[in-house]
Structure formats: C-alpha cells, structure tokens
C-alpha cells in the first residue's frame, strides 16, 4: 500500500533536489506540507489498488473490516466508504460490521 506514496515521494524529492540542490529555511517550510499532502495522496492510491487486487481473494466482509470498521476520523472514512463502495460497485453500503 505504500508504494505509490514512496515511488512518489522519491520522484519529488529528485525533482526538488534538481530544481533547487541547497535548499535554505524559507524553501523547506514551504515544500514540507506539499510532501506531507503527497504521502496522505499516494496512500490513499495504494490502498485503492490494494483494495482492488484483493476482492478477488478476500472475502467482502473481510475487506469491510479494514475499510469501514475501526477508529473513524470524519474526512478520511467517508473517503474509505466511497472508495469501498466504488471497487464493490455499490451505491449504498451493504456490508455490515
């Protein structure tokens, strides 16, 4: 799941390093949320393949578990409902924890 945030991470930080190869104070505060929002972004890719990859696999209850059960922060598990509900093709959430 972490891949596309590292390959990510990677390539910015090569781009950056060629853009800019001795950075001072003022340019590594205002890159540092970019990198931070990058990581959040390519987790969230990484775990929709994820996701994809294993429903062939996996149980859908099973699955359910890691998308729409645990500790619920507001922004990112309506995402994770929406990104469940899309791989499933489902308009409303039919599986139940």
Same mark, same amino acid.
């Given at each position: 799941?972490?891949? !596309? %945030?590292? %390959?990510?991470? #990677? %390539? /910015?930080?090569?781009?950056?390093?060629?853009?800019? !190869?001795?950075?001072?104070? $003022?340019?590594? /505060?205002? *890159?540092?949320p %970019?990198i +931070?929002?990058l990581f #959040?972004f390519?987790?969230? $890719?990484?775990?929709? $393949?994820?996701?994809?990859?294993?429903?062939?696999? +996996?149980?859908? &209850?099973?699955?359910?578990?890691?998308?729409l059960?645990?500790?619920r +922060?507001? #922004? *990112?598990? &309506?995402?994770?409902s929406? #990104? *469940?509900?899309?791989?499933?093709?489902? &308009?409303?959430?039919?599986?139940?924890?």
């Amino acid at each position: 799941m972490f891949v !596309p %945030a590292v %390959a990510g991470e #990677i %390539a /910015l930080g090569r781009w950056l390093t060629q853009f800019m !190869p001795h950075p001072g104070l $003022i340019a590594m /505060l205002c *890159f540092a949320p %970019a990198i +931070v929002v990058l990581f #959040i972004f390519g987790m969230l $890719i990484g775990s929709t $393949i994820w996701l994809l990859l294993m429903k062939r696999f +996996v149980h859908q &209850n099973t699955l359910a578990t890691f998308f729409l059960g645990g500790p619920r +922060v507001p #922004i *990112f598990s &309506n995402l994770c409902s929406k #990104i *469940f509900a899309w791989c499933y093709g489902q &308009n409303r959430r039919k599986t139940k924890l």
